[in-house]
């Protein structure tokens, strides 16, 4: 199966700030790759789909890039309600796999 | 709005199945070219996926969990439900139902319910 690796595990920033987080994928996934955000108690919620595709209701604050086996997620100027856990999910290969998460917290 | 939300027992013992059921309200689960599918994380850690169905009733199981997983649909109901026999304390997890396309990205996902392994 495809390995998902996410980097950092944390990542402090200030609000106002800008924050990339990166996910590489252990083989290419050409643009199958989604980003979720999940805050404390609930679900994961769908952010970004086809690597760059902003999902419905998703603020342009957040921004996908990438192809292949490296993505990034930017998030251009953080909001309090921003800090949360990232995860990023290749689709391309079957099972779906997900990183194991980016903890963006407030500095 | 589509909601989806899981239900069932929270404590389950070690060697017994894990049994849950999606309740989807706002949408049909017989929607043509939605599936819907389970998902799981151990209390701290990532995500896994443990499978899918369609409303037809074809199935897609991790390959990691794949003799011990069962997805069925009721239409009828608008529910699809999991079993997971041969439990052990690494299943104790929050299960999430979710929907999604043939592209696998979960648009919609249930808010989860914690199932713990215990004797």
């Known amino acids: 199966e495809i390995v998902m690796t996410q980097s950092p595990a944390t990542l402090s920033v200030s609000p106002g700030e800008r924050a990339t987080l990166s996910c590489r994928a252990s083989q290419s996934v050409y643009g199958n790759l989604a980003w979720y955000q999940q805050k404390p108690g609930q679900a994961p919620r769908l952010l970004i789909y086809?690597?760059?595709t902003r999902a419905t209701g998703i603020p342009a604050r957040f921004s996908g890039s990438g192809s292949g086996t490296e993505f990034t997620l930017t998030i251009s100027s953080l909001q309090s309600e921003d800090f949360a856990v990232y995860y990023c999910?290749?689709?391309?290969?079957?099972?779906?796999?997900f990183g194991q998460g980016t903890n963006l917290e407030i500095k | 709005q589509l909601q989806l939300q899981e239900s069932g027992p929270g404590l389950v013992k070690p060697s017994e199945t894990l049994s849950l059921t999606c309740t989807v309200s706002?949408?049909?689960?017989?929607?043509?070219?939605?599936?819907w599918g389970w998902i799981r994380q151990p209390p701290g850690k990532g995500l896994e996926w443990i499978g899918s169905i369609y409303y037809s009733g074809t199935t897609y199981y991790n390959p990691s969990l794949k003799s011990r997983v069962t997805i069925f649909v009721d239409t009828s109901k608008n529910q699809f439900s999991l079993k997971l026999s041969s439990v052990t304390a690494a299943d104790t997890a929050v299960y999430y139902c979710?929907?999604?396309?043939?592209?696998?990205?979960?648009?919609?996902w249930g808010q989860g319910t914690l199932v713990t392994v215990s004797s």
């Open positions: 086809g690597a760059s």
């Open positions: 999910q290749q689709y391309n290969k079957w099972p779906p796999t």
């Open positions: 706002g949408g049909s689960i017989s929607s043509s070219g939605y599936y």
């Open positions: 979710a929907r999604h396309r043939d592209d696998f990205y979960f648009d919609n």
